[in-house]
């Protein structure tokens, strides 16, 4: 898929104060930063404009603060975290408003290369309604505007969306064309075999995604929660394991769709099961065992793929060319029902094949499992990487100027 936008190579920053909506949406533990995969993601974006003698105003959001600015959402941490990755001074203006006196003395006093990160833009709350004034506001600190948030982009935001009617120079960053490079490509032009795996609790969240796939993908891998829907559908007994009832028709529909399209369509051969459901979720489980998925019995649920299914996913995943991987095979953050996400992230890690990783949990298995530099790409957007699957066009996106 070709990126057919205005990129930070094509665009001339010097002197110039560039916004740059990122995503420093970074998990944090009393006032630490526990990963900072997204921090690290945005910097070469961010040393290409400083380089280029750019005055680069940082912005994101962090949470969800319900009621205006919260102290526990202050994105005070990651500027000490970036001035320490930079090598140099991140002024943090810290103001409830976000475009405040802080912001605007900062942005007035920058000199070339110098870098400013403005507060938590969700201490506003026309924010998330892509509503005024907030928009031109952010707007009237810069000239240029660059989105390389992908992991916001599918949502349209003042600070993904609305400044773009203020600001007439826009381009994406490095994050955003690695992010369309590789899931377009696998999405539009793979190298086939393409093996797309799909897994989570719910089929609902993911409807228009497995259609999609089977349209372009060789192999359709499905486990996770979502699997006892098809498999109910398909007539099996689940026992008491998650079912929505109210998708068994959509999930005939797709068996079908494989079908009539030649593609193949893999559901689980065996489950592990046990009687109740672990709480807390990483609770030891003493009685859970692996079961044919015709053997099921009523009072048990089923919560990872088993070992026969584990080892099935693996191979397919070896024979592939391309790779896409969305949603964890069971209740992965309990160790008895790990097994098959570790399994599928090991066939991934052992391949030659182009490997996506789709964000989210998935991401958070390979990445925890040591496999993250064994990957061509993981995304830094779940839920974004999820609609550009589903071939959706994310407003983050479209928002900024063709070439």
């Known amino acids: 898929m070709k990126l057919n936008k205005v990129t930070v190579d094509d665009i001339n920053v010097k002197g110039k104060k560039v916004l740059v909506r990122c995503d420093f949406n970074v998990p944090l533990k ?44 202050s ?32 942005v007035a006093e920058m000199n070339n290369g110098d870098v400013v990160l403005l507060q938590n833009t969700r201490f506003r709350k026309e924010e998330t309604k892509n509503e005024e004034p907030f928009s031109s506001e952010l707007a009237s600190l810069a000239e240029v505007f660059v989105m390389d948030a992908f992991g916001s982009a599918h949502r349209a935001h003042c600070s993904t969306v609305g400044v773009t009617a203020h600001i007439k120079e826009t381009a994406v960053g490095y994050l955003m064309q690695k992010e369309i490079a590789y899931l377009g490509n696998a999405v539009e032009d793979p190298v086939r075999p393409f093996v797309a795996i ?15 796939l089977l349209d372009k993908c060789d192999t359709l891998i499905i486990g996770g929660g ?44 065996d489950t592990v099961i046990t009687k109740d459901f672990p709480d807390p979720i990483d609770k030891p489980v003493d009685d859970a065992a692996p079961a044919s998925v015709d053997a099921i019995p009523a009072d048990k649920m089923g919560l990872d793929i088993g070992p026969e299914t584990a080892k099935r996913y693996a191979e397919a995943v070896k024979s592939a060319k391309t790779v896409v991987w969305n949603g964890p095979m069971g209740v992965s953050e309990n160790p008895t029902f ?16 182009t490997t996506i990783i789709g964000g989210g949990d998935s991401a958070a298995a390979v990445i925890n499992l040591g496999f993250a530099d064994k990957m061509s790409h993981i995304s830094t957007g779940g839920g974004a990487s999820l609609e550009y699957l589903e071939g959706k066009e994310l407003p983050g996106i479209a928002a900024i100027a063709d070439k």
């Open 30 to 73: 009393d006032g630490v930063i526990t990963n900072d995969n997204r921090i690290t993601a945005a910097l070469p974006t961010i040393k290409k404009l400083i380089n280029d003698g750019g005055k680069v105003i940082l912005c994101s959001h962090l949470g969800k603060p319900k009621n205006g600015p919260e102290e526990k959402f």
């Open 75 to 106: 994105l005070a941490p990651v500027a000490v975290r970036l001035s320490e990755l930079l090598g140099k001074e991140v002024v943090f203006a810290n103001d409830d408003n976000v475009v405040g006196e802080n912001a605007k003395k900062a």
């Open 198 to 212: 799909l897994g989570g609790a719910k089929v609902a969240d993911k409807l228009n995604v497995i259609s999609n």
């Open 226 to 269: 979502m699997s006892y829907t098809f498999l109910k559908a398909m007539g099996k007994e689940v026992g008491t394991s998650l079912v929505d009832d109210t998708k068994l028709d959509y999930c005939k529909e797709m068996v079908e769709k494989a079908e009539k399209l030649g593609k193949t369509l893999l559901l689980p051969k």
């Open 338 to 353: 790990a097994n098959g996400t570790i399994s599928v992230a090991k066939a991934l890690a052992e391949t030659d094949a």
